[in-house]
């Protein structure tokens, strides 16, 4: 079972178009098709450039295709309602026991609230999700309505999360236009993610650095 088979299962992607609904509804930005698939691209990235096998990385990317279903159910508590729906479907699925532990696990870890980096492949997924920071996730069209989360987002012009060749430091590089956001209205939402951040780059053997605007910041 791959991860192409996952992105083109009409059962998940129903999931997923529906939980983004959800989000939309209630103001959040975007976490569809985009967000899953880039998240689920960077976690595989990222345990491929470490050298982790083949296998665990296709989990990688498929526990990032999956992290975010839980929205669905509702935004509170999303990570551990998402294990339970990702079990569900796995099971169904026939993947085998073992494999459905380690993204069942990683995915009721992905969250700044109560996830922790238990596993590789939990560390990797943090790292993805929380550094899907771009301009083209605001859905408000109005910019003199956008509250902090809108202006941050908005207000990030690129994007990159990279591995040094020595293997030894992740580093997220956002380049902000300060006239939408500033760099202290970034850390007074994404605080918290950050810390996770560099607990995720811990559990993988490496350092965090967060640029902003070629200046280090963490």
């Known amino acids: 079972m791959t991860y192409e088979i996952i992105k083109n299962n009409d059962e998940i992607n129903t999931y997923i178009r529906q939980a983004d609904l959800s989000l939309s509804a209630l103001g959040y930005t975007e976490h569809s098709f985009a967000h899953v698939t880039l998240v689920a691209e960077k976690a595989g990235y990222i345990l491929k450039t470490l050298g982790y096998d083949d296998r665990m990385v296709e989990l990688a990317k498929i526990a990032g295709y999956l992290h975010d279903i839980g929205n669905l159910v509702n935004r509170v508590e999303h990570s551990q309602s998402g294990a339970i729906m990702a079990f569900r479907i796995l099971d169904h699925l026939k993947f085998p026991p073992d494999e459905i532990g380690l993204i069942v696990s990683a ?14 492949l939990a560390a990797a997924l943090i ?14 069209t109005d910019e003199t309505t956008f509250d902090i989360h809108d202006r941050v987002n908005y207000s990030v012009t690129k994007s990159e999360l990279k591995i040094n060749e020595a293997h030894t430091i992740i580093k997220l590089k956002l380049s902000v236009d300060t006239h939408y956001g500033s760099v202290m209205d970034y850390f007074e939402i994404f605080l918290q993610r950050m ?7 811990e559990k993988l053997g490496l350092q965090f650095k967060l640029m902003i605007n070629e200046q280090q910041l963490i």
Request: proline share 6%.
């Open 107 to 120: 995915i009721g870890n992905h969250d700044e609230g109560t996830g922790v980096p238990v596993s590789p």
């Open 127 to 140: 790292l993805a999700d929380k550094s899907d920071v771009r301009r083209n996730r605001v859905r408000n």
């Open 195 to 201: 810390i996770l951040c560099r607990k995720a780059a």
